[in-house]
């Protein structure tokens, strides 16, 4: 059974296209890895890039990518909405296929000490490979971002890098590396343009308000459809299912009068999360998902 | 893209386990392709072999499948309670992916020629790869079974064979040969043990009695657990698929003040089918399948 894990490097380069093709390259020239996606937005001034393959391959890849971040992008020249503390700024791992979240935190752990031995840039570890709790979230790690962490370092052991010497690269900054579980942005559209409504909804489904774990919702307007959306990141569709959310979308919007117009998967999702949709729904009992015809071919 | 064809022949032979581990043998020994599944069934004194790969080997390993019956089973010695005209007597290509319907009966008409050239056994196209309206279905073509059919072979020119002589093979008969679309065997299990409902909504669903195209269903009783079964054949999920027979159950099992107990898949199930009912229930707009993260591995 061949192991898939997915990895998804955030740099800090949105504008200048040769740098973010050049990190591209750097990624295809692993063989047997296969690059995903490719997005960069100027505004933010940052790259994602996703790519999947065996484990090692994808350790291999996403440290020739830091590599070339480092060597290209100098943050010290870098301004950008998003919040950044390095050139290869968050890298996590993600496990698709047969393998578990326990090895992709060593696949974190390998590519953080390399980073720092052959990079020379500092290293965190967050979410399930964080060493620290209080290093689970980014934003936490990323305080006062690159200008007030090169500060800080050396200063404040508090900022310590979990790999690494208390001492920020000159131009990379420092870089922060994770496995995490996949995340499905996911959004349920209402037939209706009440806004009040849509924002009501998402504060009552999302864990940060005491909804539904691994949830984060908002509401938003889609003028030209006429609609509201409930605008969802599902960051573990093993805790909380998108069914789950659905159904529970459809409720509030109901007892409130409003009928759901549709829903919509933004960009990739496990098939695992649209197999929990189909059992659900089914009431499968019993279902063994090697009885999938395909899957029989696959592995 | 890989092209992925199923091929599940049937054979006269239940009862000898090593003739069908003869033949399951002759299956494997083509590489690349790979047997899914092997079952036995002494009553019925016939075995069912499923196996996929790529076009040209699945012929490759159905023509030797069939050598290897032709050879072993001698159809004047066999008796079982399923009808048959052949030791190698039903043999259908499935697409699975990346193929289509109409180079599936390119392939049965392959296997077909060669079967007649190199073993002298006569053949009939059915189901989609017939070249007759009446020879769609099964049953007009076993009609009196083997024996009836060497009588009548030569003399009826009705009963010609669609390829060779209309002259029956001795010992290993005539063989069918065609091109369907992949079948699901689905049961929904009404919590009540009233088994004239399981019948009465079996009824009402199935295509024979006006229901839904393409569904075949009878009712069961489930004796241990004190409920009812609408056991169906969903002939061809792309035009009456899993969820809209689900729901067609649910409503008439509701209608009648009873309860869906859950519902189960026997045996394989194309992928397509499950997205289907996760895409249905979601409503979900836009949606391609390639956003499936697995699919763009695989493919």
């Known amino acids: 059974m061949v192991q898939v894990v997915e990895c998804i490097p955030n740099f800090s380069e949105g504008r200048r296209a040769a740098v973010v093709q050049a990190i591209s390259e750097a990624i295809a020239s692993v063989e047997s890895v296969r690059l995903l996606g490719e997005e960069m937005d100027p505004d933010h001034n940052r790259a994602v890039l996703t790519f999947v393959g ?66 020379r840039v500092p290293v965190y570890f967050y979410a399930e490979a964080a060493l620290r709790d209080d290093r ?32 920020i690269h000159p131009t990379a900054g420092a870089t922060v590396v994770g496995a995490r579980g996949p995340l499905i942005a996911y959004n349920v559209n209402l037939a209706t343009d009440d806004l009040a409504l849509a924002q009501a909804i998402a504060k009552k489904i999302r864990a940060s308000s005491g909804g539904f774990p ?48 549709g829903s919509e998967i933004v960009g990739l999702v496990p098939l695992e999360a649209l197999l929990d949709a189909a059992e659900a729904y089914l009431r499968l009992e019993g279902f063994q998902r090697d009885q999938i015809l395909e899957r029989r071919l696959w592995e």
Not at 140 to 153: D, N, P, Q, T, Y
């Open 54 to 119: 065996e484990p090692d391959p994808v350790v291999e890849a996403a440290f020739r990518a830091v590599a070339e971040a480092v060597e290209r992008i100098d943050l010290t020249k870098h301004q950008g909405e998003h919040p950044r503390i390095g050139a290869a700024d968050v890298v996590p791992f993600v496990p698709i296929a047969n393998i578990t979240m326990e090895e992709c935190v060593d696949l974190a752990r390998e590519l953080g000490r390399r980073v720092w031995e052959e990079l």
């Open 136 to 167: 689970r979230l980014l934003p936490s790690i990323r305080k006062g971002e690159f200008e007030v962490l090169r500060e800080a370092m050396g200063k404040d052991p508090d900022r310590d890098p979990d790999v690494g010497d208390p001492k």
């Open 214 to 261: 691994e949830i984060q919702a908002k509401g938003f307007s889609l003028e030209d459809r006429g609609q509201v959306q409930v605008s969802m990141n599902v960051m573990n569709f093993r805790v909380t299912s998108v069914p789950t959310v659905f159904e529970a979308i459809r409720k509030e919007a109901e007892d409130a009068g409003v009928a759901i117009a």
